[in-house]
């Protein structure tokens, strides 16, 4: 499994924020690093597969604010990016994503609930 970095993670926050506009900055770079290791934790001590580790990506990065702006973009782009990485795509329309994404961000789905919606959207190829 290729996991991502905060180098591919400042690309994807840098890369929002000029298509879609918002504030720059870091608010916490150990929430993000956190975020970050926690679908290779699951990997490696859970025995965790592609999709739960692209939920946890998401997941997490929506919900440790990290950054000042972009958040839930960087979640959702993140977890895409990750399934692209790993031979898999998100088959679900944007519009249902985004309610998706902001039901997490407002604590209205769990991570459990995510990797359920993720396992229904996500084909390999």
């Not at 399934?83 to 994404?101: R, T």
Request: glycine share 6%.
């Amino acid at each position: 499994m290729i996991f991502l970095t905060k180098e591919q993670l400042f690309v994807i926050h840098q890369t929002t924020l000029i298509e879609q506009g918002g504030s720059e900055g870091l608010r916490d770079e150990n929430g993000l690093l956190s975020a970050l290791a926690a679908a290779e934790n699951r990997a490696c001590y859970e025995d965790a597969g592609i999709i739960v580790c692209a939920a946890t990506y998401a997941f997490h990065l929506i919900k440790a604010h990290s950054f000042v702006d972009g958040n839930k973009r960087v979640g959702a782009i993140a977890a895409e990016v990750f399934l692209k990485m790993n031979g898999a795509n998100l088959i679900a329309p944007n519009k249902i994503l985004e309610e998706v994404y902001l039901k997490v961000a407002d604590s209205q789905m769990s991570r459990e609930d995510l990797e359920a919606f993720f396992t229904e959207n996500v084909e390999f190829y």
